[in-house]
């Protein structure tokens, strides 16, 4: 069961304190996500590993376009060993439509890291934030969700649960509030078959997934919300782009795009969209960026993933 709490434990001197006392507020999850249980597929593994990289597609994805993809990037790196040996031009291909291909560099970087380590993700927070692309809230779903271990894993759906039921008149909560609220009812061990770190988390995950298909989003009431910025014509977009166009030349004989080329690709693309062409300084100094985080490199004219 959840820890001992107080029906205003977390709140700080002058902020709000939850609106209904803390075991109830945990049975009715626990009821609310029973009824909701989402069967995926990510749900039926305790790998580690496998965990992981669900935590780290589903961020900012929505679930039903992660349902598939998780599968076939376990068929073409079915462990953390063949992750870690995959050549990274070979990650970014497969992450290609995930969005973020920041995240596919660091999922390789903390593979390579953590097979250098001796080849197992750690269950402690501290071990897995250290590695390249872990944040707290993917470490405390790896520890919950592979470990059964107590964690704080507060994520878009757990955070709209905790501000719908705790906060409902709230506006602008920020998460210092919500924090110690989230330790102190997510169970400390798996003593419990039915409420568990694991079983709770997914109570939350699906009951938050209810709520934002019903109300009014309640994770708008965060102090931290902010909208997603438009991905069309964004730099974002155009950095994607780039991408995408080397990747697709790496069967060219060259292995790789010249720089005219790349220009042309990228015109062709911004005008079907029905944009402007950028210039090629613009197009250098992004090139000059990937470059510099580790997505392509420039050797005798031709650039390569």
Not at 23 to 31: D, I, M, N, Q
Not at 210 to 236: A, C, D, I, M
Request: hydrophobic content about 40%; some cysteine; glycine content about 8%.
């Amino acid at each position: 069961m959840g820890r001992p709490v107080s029906h205003g434990a977390g709140a700080a001197s002058g902020s709000p304190a939850p609106a209904r006392p803390l075991e109830e507020f945990r049975a009715l999850v626990l009821e609310r996500g029973g009824e909701l249980y989402r069967d995926l597929p990510w749900r039926r593994t305790r790998d580690p590993y496998e965990i992981w990289i669900s935590e780290v597609m589903l961020q900012q994805t929505q679930t039903t376009r992660v349902d598939g993809r998780w599968q076939r990037w376990l068929s073409r790196f079915p462990t953390l060993s063949a992750l870690a040996a995959a050549e990274p031009a070979d990650v970014l291909d497969e992450w290609q439509g995930l969005g973020y291909n920041r995240r596919a560099l660091a999922v390789h970087r903390a593979a390579r890291a953590v097979a250098e380590g001796g080849g197992a993700l750690p269950r402690e927070a501290a071990e897995l934030e250290a590695l390249p692309g872990i944040g707290p809230a993917t470490a405390a779903g790896i520890r919950a969700f592979a470990f059964d271990l107590h964690a704080v894993y507060l994520e878009t759906n757990v955070r709209s649960v905790f501000l719908h039921e705790l906060f409902p008149h709230e506006e602008a909560v920020p998460d210092r509030v919500l924090t110690p609220l989230v330790a102190q009812t997510c169970p400390a061990d798996a003593a419990d078959p039915t409420d568990d770190p694991r079983t709770w988390y997914y109570a939350l995950l699906d009951y938050g997934a209810y709520l934002k298909r019903t109300v009014p989003n309640p994770s708008r009431r965060s102090r931290g919300h902010t909208r997603q910025s438009r991905f069309e014509g964004s730099h974002r977009q155009k950095r994607a782009a780039l991408v995408r166009i080397l990747l697709a030349r790496r069967s060219d004989a060259a292995g790789g795009a010249d720089f005219p080329s790349i220009c042309a690709e990228l015109a062709s693309e911004e005008a079907n969209a029905g944009r402007r062409p950028l210039g090629a300084d613009d197009v250098r100094a992004l090139l000059a960026e990937l470059e510099h985080e580790g997505f392509c490199h420039e050797d005798r004219g031709v650039w390569r993933v």
